[in-house]
């Protein structure tokens, strides 16, 4: 009778542990298939592409000091994550693509494009503001991982001044 409750003591103290590395290093929507996810730190949800070599490399680091109390960052970050890996899996060019920030009918965005004028992808809206070109650029250069961030590009439609970041998807992932 008592090797029964030792092994189900055994079962419970295992579960309990798993329950609390899960808690103390995040939950992680990571898929052996996928090539971008979501998995949250101690502090912030992170959206990384997974590169040809295994390597994770963080693409966005949603940092709650650079949006709205009572913003779910985890939801935010799961969503650019799908609208990423649905991209990858549809389009054929990957060589030269940009994060831009734009403005969609006064309402601030982040998107991806292969252009300079054209959104391909709405990553994210963000609540609409006095200067919405002003207010993505901002949050695009604080939450875009600063490796990235090193091919940046500035253009001017209208007078507006909008932020490129520059990146190869294939060269990102390793392809």
Same mark, same amino acid.
């Given at each position: $009778?008592?090797?029964?409750?030792?092994?189900?003591?055994?079962?419970?103290?295992?579960? $309990?542990?798993?329950?609390?590395?899960?808690?103390?290093?995040?939950?992680? @929507?990571?898929?052996?298939?996928?090539?971008?996810?979501?998995?949250?730190?101690? @502090? $912030?949800?992170?959206?990384?592409?997974?590169?040809?070599?295994?390597?994770?490399?963080?693409?966005?680091?949603?940092?709650?000091?650079?949006?709205?109390?009572? @913003?779910?960052?985890?939801?935010?970050?799961?969503?650019?994550?799908?609208?990423?890996?649905?991209?990858?899996?549809?389009?054929?060019?990957?060589?030269?693509?940009?994060?831009?920030?734009?403005? $969609?009918?006064?309402?601030?965005?982040?998107?991806?494009?292969?252009?300079?004028?054209?959104?391909?992808?709405?990553?994210?809206?963000?609540?609409?503001?006095?200067?919405?070109?002003?207010?993505?650029?901002?949050?695009?250069?604080?939450?875009?991982?600063?490796?990235?961030?090193?091919?940046?590009?500035?253009?001017?439609?209208?007078?507006?001044?909008?932020?490129?970041? @520059?990146?190869?998807?294939?060269?990102?992932?390793?392809?």
């Amino acid at each position: $009778m008592k090797i029964k409750y030792r092994s189900l003591f055994s079962l419970v103290a295992a579960s $309990m542990i798993v329950s609390v590395t899960n808690s103390a290093y995040g939950e992680s @929507t990571v898929s052996s298939n996928k090539t971008f996810f979501c998995q949250t730190d101690e @502090t $912030m949800p992170i959206t990384l592409a997974k590169a040809s070599n295994g390597e994770n490399i963080p693409i966005f680091n949603w940092n709650k000091e650079v949006f709205p109390p009572g @913003t779910n960052l985890q939801a935010i970050c799961t969503n650019v994550a799908e609208k990423l890996e649905n991209y990858v899996a549809s389009e054929n060019n990957l060589s030269s693509l940009s994060f831009k920030t734009a403005q $969609m009918e006064h309402i601030p965005v982040i998107c991806l494009t292969d252009t300079k004028k054209n959104c391909n992808l709405v990553l994210l809206n963000l609540d609409p503001a006095e200067e919405p070109i002003k207010t993505a650029n901002l949050v695009l250069d604080s939450i875009l991982n600063p490796q990235i961030q090193g091919k940046k590009v500035t253009s001017s439609e209208r007078g507006v001044q909008s932020t490129f970041y @520059t990146v190869s998807l294939w060269d990102l992932l390793g392809f």
